[in-house]
C-alpha cells in the first residue's frame, strides 16, 4: 500500500520540507544575532565613541590640566575671570589647584566671584567681603559637569 504515488509525493514533500524547517530554525538563532544583537552592538560601539569623544573634548574645555594664556581684553590687558588663579606678570591662567607661577614661581592671585578683590590663591578668605571659598575640589566637579553638555547649545547662540 505503500506503493500508493500520492502517498510517495507526500512522503518526498515531507523529505524536502521538514529538513528545510529544521534548517531554518538552526539559522533562527544566527538571524536573530545579525538582526538584533548586530545593531545593539554597533549601537552600544558608538555610544561608547560618543563617550569618549565627550570626554575628551569635556577634559580640554575644563582647562583643568595645565596653565592657559589669559585672553587679551578691548583694552589690550589680559583679562582674568573671577575665583580662578591666575599670574598677572605672565598674563597666565592656571588650573584651580595652582598656587605658584610655574615660570618664576610667583605667588598667584584670585579674583574674589563677589566683589572683585583680588587675594593671594594660597587665601581661602577674601578681606574685603569675608567671602570664604575653597579652589580646586568642589570647582574641578562643578567644571566638568558644565563642559558636559551645554557646549553646544552654547556655541549655537553664540
Ligand atoms: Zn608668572
Ligand atoms: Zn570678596
Not at 58 to 64: E, L, P, T, Y
Request: hydrophobic letters at 45%; proline letters at 11%; glycine letters at 8%.
Amino acid at each position: 500500500m505503500s506503493t500508493d504515488p500520492w502517498t510517495t509525493f507526500l512522503q518526498l514533500l515531507e523529505s524536502l520540507i521538514v529538513p528545510d524547517w529544521n534548517d531554518l530554525i538552526v539559522l533562527l538563532p544566527l538571524l536573530l544575532v545579525l538582526g538584533v544583537v548586530g545593531p545593539i552592538l554597533s549601537l552600544v560601539a558608538l555610544m561608547r565613541v560618543r563617550y569618549l569623544v565627550g570626554r575628551r573634548r569635556g577634559r580640554v574645555r575644563s582647562m583643568a590640566a595645565e596653565p592657559v594664556s589669559a585672553p587679551v581684553g578691548a583694552d589690550g590687558r589680559p583679562m582674568f575671570p573671577p575665583n580662578v588663579p591666575f599670574c598677572e606678570e605672565h598674563a597666565v591662567i592656571y588650573p584651580p589647584g595652582a598656587r605658584s607661577c610655574e615660570l618664576d614661581g610667583g605667588e598667584l592671585i584670585v579674583r574674589c566671584p563677589v566683589d572683585d578683590a583680588p587675594r593671594p590663591a594660597s587665601q581661602q578668605l577674601c578681606r574685603a567681603c569675608g567671602t570664604k571659598y575653597v579652589l580646586g575640589a568642589a570647582t574641578t566637579a562643578m567644571t566638568i559637569r558644565r563642559s558636559g553638555s551645554p557646549p553646544e547649545g552654547g556655541a549655537a547662540v553664540a
